[in-house]
């Protein structure tokens, strides 16, 4: 599976878009871009998921740029309980190999 | 539904002894993993089942490690004998083939303190 980088930590304004960043400039044509997200002390939760499309669900939205090297998780209006880790993996989907490799993440502050 | 079960959900032991950590995934779900956190590795997968049947160990550490899952409701991972370097947040999560994105539902996990 493709590497991803991302920023170590970021802070976002409660009410404000939050716009978290991930580079995965190795990611093959069959790779999914997925972001799952870390509560203190929770299990990981998925968030969303893309190919190339934009995507969009209740939770956020994913822009992936068109060359797919890159992409960007947006919480429209981050609220305090949006704090938490953020980690972008890039996968195949439906190969049998489902395990998710979790990097560093981004460790998202609101700050009221 | 109520999600991914985990049991105990913190455990205390000394150094020597056996730990047996378990998990009940999503009922339907046919994939189901373990998964370790430390400060200093973050999350690593140690191994995962697809139909009861362990299909990628090769992140368990080491002997003392050992997984099973005698049905398709319920899993264990043992340490035995447990060391302090074992202390750790152990998640377990399961998903579905059926799902068409493979979205992996993680447990609360289990906090091993190994004294």
């Known amino acids: 599976d493709a590497k991803t980088t991302q920023p170590p930590s970021m802070d976002c304004a409660e009410g404000r878009a939050a716009n978290l960043p991930c580079n995965h400039s190795?990611?093959?044509?069959?790779?999914?871009v997925y972001w799952y997200r870390q509560i203190h002390s929770q299990g990981p939760q998925y968030i969303i998921h893309?190919?190339?499309n934009n995507e969009t669900n209740e939770m956020a939205s994913l822009i992936i740029t068109e060359d797919r090297k890159s992409s960007t998780l947006i919480l429209p209006h981050a609220t305090l309980r949006d704090t938490a880790v953020y980690y972008c993996?890039?996968?195949?989907?439906?190969?049998?190999?489902?395990?998710?490799?979790f990097g560093t993440g981004t460790r998202l502050t609101v700050i009221p | 539904d109520a999600g991914v079960i985990q049991s105990p959900r913190h455990e205390v032991t000394e150094m020597g002894q056996e730990v047996t950590l378990r998990c009940k995934p999503i009922?339907?779900?046919?994939?189901l993993f373990w998964y370790r956190q430390t400060m200093m590795r973050g999350l690593e997968l140690l191994i995962y089942?697809?139909?009861?049947?362990?299909?990628?160990d090769s992140g368990m550490p080491e002997d003392r490690f050992s997984a099973k899952m005698p049905n398709a409701s319920f899993s264990t991972l043992k340490i035995q004998p447990s060391e302090p370097r074992d202390s750790a947040v152990y998640f377990c999560?399961?998903?579905?083939?059926?799902?068409?994105?493979?979205?992996?539902?993680f447990g609360p996990g289990t906090r091993l303190t190994v004294l």
């Open positions: 089942f697809n139909n009861n049947v362990p299909i990628d």
């Open positions: 893309g190919l190339k």
């Open positions: 999560a399961s998903g579905a083939t059926a799902q068409s994105y493979n979205e992996q539902f």
């Open positions: 993996i890039v996968r195949v989907v439906g190969t049998g190999a489902n395990n998710l490799f």
């Open positions: 190795t990611i093959s044509g069959n790779e999914y």
């Open positions: 009922s339907g779900h046919d994939y």
